[in-house]
């Protein structure tokens, strides 16, 4: 019963004065008033009971629209800010598989949210507009030597002239999604590892690595080419030690490079309080 007084969410969405988000310890729509702090539970999801966990990964909001992306769900939601209606719509199984994490990631392009799968098989374009979902192509055909069950994309990737980019955490290389034609090209990466993070800036990619007992990032020109170690940080360095050499804002940047996991926002017990800290970084 504690888990309802819990909120922590792996994304959210900002409308106005307000912050939504579908928590994580059970299947319900939260908002943050920005102005009072105050959190509200709204209503539970549709299509599972009130104790499911991890049903949504992301929020991104459309127009007076908010989707959630299915991680644990099997079902995307279509929230209207204004009517307070939810739409739903099953993912089909044949096209995805049958797992028990389906997408993390999302991006908007006109009425469209592109869906970047975790276990999933493909990637999929959500139309707000009709509620319907495409199928793109099979990474499984694609890409050579990746399991059904293996780790496709976590959540952070960039967008570069109307490309996605996205590092697999399985193997050692990018996944370069056109949003004009939807296809995909394979990028190799000649990084150790591969990487799990990737950042654009000034004509520049800059990626975390995935070793396991550093946070290496390098950066490189024209996709794999001319890499260069710029920066290593032991997992041992405590968060007080990164804070004295750079303070917090540093250290949130560098984290938005090399751990997803620090998207998950707890604002359990603090409200206004973490809203206000975050909003002066």
């Given at each position: 019963m504690d888990e309802i007084y819990k909120s922590r969410a792996f994304g959210y969405a900002e409308v106005e004065n307000a912050i939504w988000f579908s928590n994580?310890?059970?299947?319900?729509?939260?908002?943050?008033?920005?102005?009072?702090?105050?959190?509200?539970?709204?209503?539970?999801?549709?299509?599972?009971d009130i104790w499911r966990q991890c049903q949504h990964s992301y929020v991104v909001?459309?127009?007076?629209?908010?989707?959630?992306?299915?991680?644990?769900?099997?079902?995307?939601?279509?929230?209207?800010i204004k009517t307070n209606e939810?739409?739903?719509?099953?993912?089909?199984?044949?096209?995805?598989?049958?797992?028990?994490?389906?997408y993390f990631g999302a991006c908007v392009c006109e009425q469209y949210v592109y869906m970047f799968p975790v276990k999933a098989r493909c990637i999929i374009r959500y139309d707000v507009r009709k509620n319907v979902i495409k199928y793109l192509d099979d990474l499984s055909v694609i890409v050579e030597n990746i399991s059904e069950n293996s780790i496709r994309f976590m959540l952070q990737y960039e967008i570069v002239d109307g490309k996605v980019f996205l590092p697999f955490t399985g193997l050692n290389a990018m996944a370069v999604f056109n949003l004009c034609d939807e296809k995909i090209e394979i990028q190799p990466l000649d990084i150790d590892g591969g990487c799990s993070a990737v950042c654009h800036c000034k004509s520049v990619f800059f990626s975390k690595t995935r070793k396991i007992h550093s946070f290496e990032t390098v950066s490189w020109q024209d996709y794999y080419y001319n890499r260069q170690v710029i920066s290593n940080y032991l997992v041992n360095n405590s968060y007080?030690?990164?804070?004295?050499?750079?303070?917090?804002?540093e250290?949130?940047?560098?984290?938005?490079?090399?751990?997803?996991?620090?998207?998950?926002?707890?604002?359990?017990n603090y409200g206004k309080k973490i809203y206000d800290m975050v909003r002066k970084i």
């Open positions: 994580v310890y059970f299947n319900g729509l939260e908002k943050i008033n920005k102005t009072t702090g105050k959190i509200e539970i709204l209503m539970k999801f549709p299509n599972y909001c459309v127009g007076q629209k908010l989707i959630f992306v299915p991680f644990r769900s099997r079902y995307i939601i279509s929230y209207d939810f739409m739903s719509v099953a993912l089909k199984l044949s096209k995805t598989g049958k797992t028990d994490l389906y007080y030690e990164r804070k004295k050499k750079g303070g917090l804002k250290y949130i940047n560098l984290i938005r490079y090399f751990n997803f996991c620090l998207n998950c926002y707890d604002v359990t």
